[in-house]
């Protein structure tokens, strides 16, 4: 890290990128980056900001890219692409984003890294603000922007930079880097179908939860019961054999309530976010926290106060009595969390699902499905689009055709729609007084302002 002061992030409006720039700028390096987003037009506020806070922004055609810097690419970016020629050309070090966050990360004294096929960035940020309440002063690097710490002056809070000795990440094991990760302390939300095969994810978590001092495993999850063993390893979940276990679970209107109980002492605990799922990253957070010496009570006390992450079932606001609500679900998981957060409280769901991506469709789609059809109730309905497609050449021979087919041929009542528009305007029709309107969807950063559209047009009906 000390060798190079000079970064180029290629891709740097990125969820993953763009909390890494903020961190490494924070810390005194000099940052620059490219977006295809940006050349595209999109997203035209967020780049303003970017650029504001000091980071220079060129084409993505190899003009910003200069010698001394090291080059943060995906490694899925391929060598064409002008950015990356230009690095080459000039012989200048590549990182991927994985490969800077972890040398940040395995430098840390208290290193918290939290995996899992769901949940991440929500148990990341309630980790990061419970450590912050404690006076840790921990350097916090989230996919999401975490609402406690966002403002109008930093709208993109998807990093919190404190003391270099601290850092709590979310790790990801959808390209395996994972395993440059060595945590003291590990947390497993749960296992389940996304990017990898289930025997895949489980050699991944089980190293990753083996080089910890200690590691926190979802005793609730049946595909995470292997990791269960090993001294080093303590359980949070509702399960009554869980080390740090919830009780007396109960809905509310703006949020929940629950008991946490640990060594024979509970604590009244309530969240200002729906439903069991969140609950359990509550319980994820006070266990990880524990472990990095913070008392329960005080962790209890300080998720009082935690806003949540944006698009984790965020309420963008309510007219004619018809709320519409920003999520982030995206695979079968996250879906089936966020319905059946949704299925706790009554009124009709009117749901608008954009796929992630045409390969995400291929490697889950009859899971993805199954989700669907499962969480939705009478009443409910879904509009899905086309998927997520920026360019490329990604096989798009699967498409959400198929994917509403097989939801309708579950039970469930959905329909295909080619472009957003078109969904938006059959959602506004059909919306009543007391319905939800939920956007859901990945890899997207229009989505939010899609649900803020659809908003302000109820409010003119």
């Given at each position: ?29 000099a940052?620059?980056?490219?977006d ?32 001394g ?13 002008p ?36 949940g ?14 404690a ?14 710490l ?13 003391d ?14 994972i ?29 990753f ?49 629950f ?58 606001g ?15 998981d ?59 050449t ?7 055709e198929?994917?509403?087919a ?15 528009a078109?969904c ?6 059909a ?25 302000e ?5």
């Amino acid at each position: 890290m000390s060798e190079n002061k000079s970064y180029f992030f290629c891709g740097v409006g990125g969820s993953g990128m763009l909390p890494l720039a903020m961190i490494v700028a924070a810390r005194g390096s000099a940052v620059a980056g490219s977006d295809r987003s940006r050349d595209q037009g999109r997203s035209p506020g967020k780049f303003d900001w970017i650029e504001r806070q000091g980071i220079a922004l060129f084409p993505q055609d190899g003009s910003g890219v200069t010698a001394g810097q090291t080059l943060v690419a995906s490694a899925a970016v391929e060598d064409g692409v002008p950015d990356v020629a230009a690095a080459n050309a000039l012989g200048l070090p590549r990182l991927t984003r994985a490969d800077l966050n972890a040398a940040l990360f395995n430098e840390a004294e208290r290193a918290i890294g939290v995996g899992g096929t769901s949940g991440k960035s929500t148990v990341t940020g309630m980790i990061g603000w419970i450590l912050e309440r404690a006076g840790a002063k921990p350097t916090v690097m989230n996919g999401a922007v975490m609402r406690n710490l966002a403002s109008d002056t930093m709208p993109f809070a998807s990093a919190l930079v404190g003391d270099a000795a601290t850092y709590v990440s979310e790790v990801d094991e959808s390209d395996g880097s994972i395993a440059l990760y060595r945590p003291d302390v590990a947390v497993v939300t749960n296992i389940s179908l996304d990017h990898k095969s289930l025997e895949e994810l489980h050699q991944l978590f089980g190293d990753f939860a083996a080089k910890a001092r200690v590691a926190l495993i979802n005793a609730d999850d049946a595909e995470s019961a292997p990791l269960l063993v090993g001294a080093n390893v303590a359980s949070f979940g509702f399960t009554d054999t869980a080390d740090v276990r919830g009780s007396d679970f109960e809905a509310l209107p703006d949020g929940c309530r629950f008991t946490v109980n640990v060594e024979s002492t509970a604590h009244a605990a309530a969240l200002r976010m729906p439903g069991r799922h969140n609950a359990a990253n509550a319980l994820a957070a006070i266990a990880a926290t524990r472990a990095a010496g913070v008392p329960v009570a005080e962790a209890v006390a300080a998720l009082a106060s935690f806003a949540g992450l944006a698009r984790r079932y965020e309420v963008l606001g309510q007219a004619n009595d018809i709320t519409v609500i920003d999520d982030f679900a995206h695979n079968p998981d996250k879906v089936a969390a966020t319905l059946s957060a949704v299925a706790e409280l009554p009124g009709r769901a009117l749901l608008f699902f954009q796929p992630h991506g045409y390969g995400p469709l291929r490697q889950m789609g009859k899971e993805l499905a199954a989700s669907f059809a499962n969480g939705m109730r009478d009443g409910d309905k879904l509009y899905v689009s086309d998927p997520v497609y920026f360019g490329g050449t990604v096989d798009r021979s699967v498409g959400s055709e198929a994917l509403v087919a097989a939801i309708v041929a579950g039970g469930a009542d959905a329909v295909h729609l080619a472009t957003r528009a078109e969904c938006g305007a059959a959602i506004l029709d059909a919306a009543k007084p007391g319905d939800r309107i939920l956007i859901l969807g990945a890899r997207d950063d229009t989505l939010t302002e899609f649900g803020r559209e659809l908003l302000e047009k109820l409010g003119q009906a």
